[in-house]
């Protein structure tokens, strides 16, 4: 059973930065693609960012810049580091992973169970 474990959220303020974790069991991320999405209260699910198993990276026009992604198979993890955080950017944040190279939720099949990120003005 393949199981996502985010970590590394809080209360921060404006302009801080973090870094969140995601570590994996039950599956060698070596061959899928890791993402991050983020959820706030009353608003739907939306794509953060994306790894694939080759490296490549997409992100959204909204943290481009600010968010990096990166994956370190050796440890089966995967992190956000998360710069210049602003107040919109407060959300419950969700690793997954998948087959699929997408901003699509339908394209993962596994999900963790989210870490709060809160960003004080």
């Known amino acids: 059973q393949v199981q996502l474990v985010e970590s590394g959220g809080g209360l921060v303020q404006a302009g801080d930065s973090l870094r969140l974790s995601c570590a994996a069991s039950g599956r060698t991320l070596t061959y899928y693609t890791m993402a991050w999405f983020r959820q706030a209260p009353g608003k739907e699910r939306e794509f953060v960012t994306a790894i694939s198993w080759s490296g490549t990276t997409v992100s959204a026009d909204s943290v481009k810049g600010r968010f990096t992604i990166s994956r370190d198979n050796a440890k089966n993890l995967a992190y956000l580091q998360m710069n210049s955080l602003k107040p919109e950017d407060t959300a419950v944040y969700y690793c997954?992973?998948?087959?699929?190279?997408?901003?699509?939720?339908?394209?993962?099949?596994?999900w963790g169970q989210g870490t709060q990120v809160t960003v004080s003005s």
């Open positions: 997954a992973t998948g087959t699929s190279f997408t901003r699509e939720t339908r394209g993962y099949d596994y």
